[in-house]
């Protein structure tokens, strides 16, 4: 009778310690699965990649260099693109040789998306309803939009910052320096900016030149 009551005791001990493991190894687990990520990327290749894999909250982190794009970028999770924020001129986007279609360079379209420390650049437009960045939601702080032009004007187009939000969200542009960007096809009958046009919803711009 003693053994058999010491050997459920133990029975009933390992259970409990062997439960206790399992919790924390699932806890762990899920911690680590939905954790906020930071990726490093130095390419366009490796950006576009992580901005496919990125979840809500990650960061993506781009190292000093030149990134020409062939096609605009989606910034339309809730995350974070960051590049040198001490010195945005060293992190910079601009049209490839073969960019197609020269609309924008980046779209921005998450309310807890943020941009951050990079320029956007050279960038020569043929579309109205554009400019080198596109925004309808989220934050652009500490960049520079410089030497865009675009040449269509027929109707609400800008060369540099075009705002098209709603009035459920806010776009918010902070220690931005936006300057040389020019609307070359003049239409006096329509609605054009050479820096920044705002077609619709709410902006809450701050601190920029």
Known sequence: MLYYEQTKEIKESFMCNL????????????????????????TVEELISYLDSA?????????????????????????TLRGNDSNPEEVR???SDNMKTK?????????????????????????????????????????????????????????????????DETVLITHCVITNNTVTYKNYFQHVGGGVYMHGGTCNIKKCV
Not at 59 to 77: F, R, V
Not at 146 to 166: E, K, L, P, S
Request: proline share 2%; hydrophobic share 40%; net charge neutral.
């Open 19 to 42: 439960k206790h493991v399992v919790a924390v190894v699932f806890t762990s687990f899920a911690s680590f699965l939905f954790a906020e990520q930071t990726y490093n990327a130095a």
């Open 55 to 79: 979840k809500d909250g990650d960061t993506i982190q781009l190292a000093d260099g030149e990134y020409p794009l062939s096609a605009k970028l989606q910034l339309t999770k809730g995350v």
């Open 93 to 95: 986007f601009c049209p």
């Open 103 to 167: 609309t924008t360079l980046i779209n921005v379209g998450n309310a807890n998306a943020v941009l951050s420390g990079v320029t956007l650049e050279n960038l020569k437009s043929n579309s109205e309803k554009t400019g080198a960045i596109s925004i309808t939601a989220g934050t652009m702080t500490n960049c520079i939009v410089r030497n865009n032009t675009t040449a269509a004007g027929w109707y609400n187009c800008t060369a540099g910052v075009y705002i098209n939000g709603t009035a």
